[in-house]
């Protein structure tokens, strides 16, 4: 019973750690896409953010510039998607596939260039990384069975990216539902026409809904490289950005949806290394990959409408022009 | 996408604005060579040389070209049509998948010239197929194209690992790979088929395919703007409301026009599969999928321009791999970062240089049409 429990919370944990960077690149593209911007460029942006986040602390040796560094490589990929998708009006899936394949071949070539380790960044030192935070009482609650041990393996005892990644779900709940940028960004997503016409700018919303989508992708791949690694390897991101896009619309571009999809696709995966190679009762051996494949394949059920229905803001993918 | 200012001569439209939208890419692509400490010129110089400059490299070089070609085309029908076909990478990897099945499971009891047309349905229907499901879905059920392809990329590779790994993989060995087809399941390669009328090229993956690839262009010019179909496919395109007033059913165009799409696609995998490796392996596709988007873009979704842009494309590929060989500090994704600048300038800011140019050719002509007047004075 003590065991199996200890193997809940350890999967509990795992899935934490994989769930982290879902969480934060699912936020992020919920605020692109409430406010009409398609992003696909998730991964993208992710995947610069842990470049740059690596190489700057490879470098400085401060985890802190690093993010930083991280969150403006991400900024400014955002911003290159503004400028051509709402500057321009150019497709915006064009736009966001064209940032996901220059990235993943410029980390590599900046990455040889600058560090000749094949696209690797060298190995960080504890002090350049995010590392973990007990929190307070954990070590003095431990003992205490089931909520002392809930307490101090599950809550306490990961970095603050994690703790950030977490909170960045109450926060984006309350700046969309609750303020008037929030309202004004959803407007904007639905219908351009009505808020132009209310006198606010259109572009000016959707740039700061592109902006605070690199902020936070700039995060996640900051988590990536430095928090939960200790270096930038070459393709890192490995596909999570696209999970995250999958998690988005599992969660029908909802915050606290998003989130239970993010916690369920990082469940799945964080069950997938565990089950590797062990028979289950009644179905026997179940290949890794499909679990691994299960979130794309549960977002394309739920796309099709078999089971309830994601609807997407309406204007998504549209650019606005003002003057016909 | 968005349509180009009207009032430009079609020569500045097709002709200027994409020339002009590579060069900013490839400007872009020198001042990164610049920025690693290389000589852009110098870089240039090898990779051409590397591409064009002896046999071994155009054959290699006309063999990315095959595979560009397909993908090209299967994403220009698509835009055609209206729709963004971005699993190209699933489409090939299943097409191949086909190919594979079909030659494995005949290559000991048919010849050649019978492997070869059924190597090809095996490749487009598998293919075809694999890009049924997300057309259905969109035209059924509603749900977006750009996402359900993308997912099924991530489902095409989980089912092609299990399938090496745990089906096709021949027994007692460890690397996922089928055993090796038959001879008669072989496409030939041009270097034979060039020995058999006495001529001796070096050898290299470039097959019989790439003929196909060029059938194929010819087909999707004649299918787009020389039949019924086409017809309706460009009106589903342009204004779906208008072409169901004109009698177009657009849920079956977009399911006819990915199912061709993917069949394209799918023929990656007829050139790879039957033309190169001779058995089912992964990765085989190694995102040629993805750089049809970037072909199609830079040719317009004309199959002449696809041609082009393919051939421009095997160059970087080909020239690409030279120049990683020769210059330590280059690496071959350097070619994986062009790409993405090309579909950038060429696809997202495809219009960005347009009010420039509209406004030099607006100068232009009044300052032509005020030395006219002068003229007559």
Redesign the interface.
Known sequence: MEEAFVFVVLTMNATIRVATPLILCAMAGMFSERSGVIDISLEGKMLGAAFIAASVAAVTGSPWLALTAGIAAATCLALLHGFACITHHGNQVVSGVAINILVSGLTVVLGIAWFHRGGQTPSLEATARFMPISLPLSEYLADVPVLGTVYSRLVSGHNLLVYVAFLAVPLAWWVLFRTRFGLRLRAVGENPKAVDTAGISVTWLRYRAVLICGLLTGIAGTYLSIANNAAFVRDMTAGQGYIALAALIFGKWRPWTAFGACLLFGFLNAVAIRLQGVPLPAIGEVPVVFIEALPYLLTVVLLAGFVGKAVAPKAIGEPYVKER | ??APPAELPRWIDIGLIPVINICLALLVSGL?IV???ENPFAAMAIMIRGALGYGEGIGYTLYYTTNFIFTGLAVAIAFHAGL?N?GGEGQAYIGGLGVGLAILAFDSSLPFFLLLPLGILAAAAFGAAWAAIPAW?QAY????I???T???N??A???M??LM??VLIKPGQMSPESREFADAGHLPFIHEMLAGIGITVTPTPLNLSIVWALVCCVGVWAYIWRTRWGYELRAVGHNEAAAVYAGARPRHIVVAAMCISGALAGFVGFNEIMGVHHRLLLNFPAGYG?TG??VS?MGRNHPVGVVLASVLFGVLYQGGAELAFEVP???R?????????V??FS??????STPWVTRAWRALLGWRAGAAVAEEA
Do not use: D, K, P
Not at chain 2, 347 to 352: D, H, N, R
């Open positions: 996408m968005s990164i920025a690693i400490g963004f971005i879905l059920r509603g749900s977006h750009v996402i359900t993308i997912m099924f991530f489902i590779y989980a089912v690992v299990y790994v745990n993805f988007i970037a873009l500090t280059i690496t994704e350097l070619v994986v970062t062009i790409q993405g600048l579909i950038l696809g997202a800011l495809a219009y960005m």
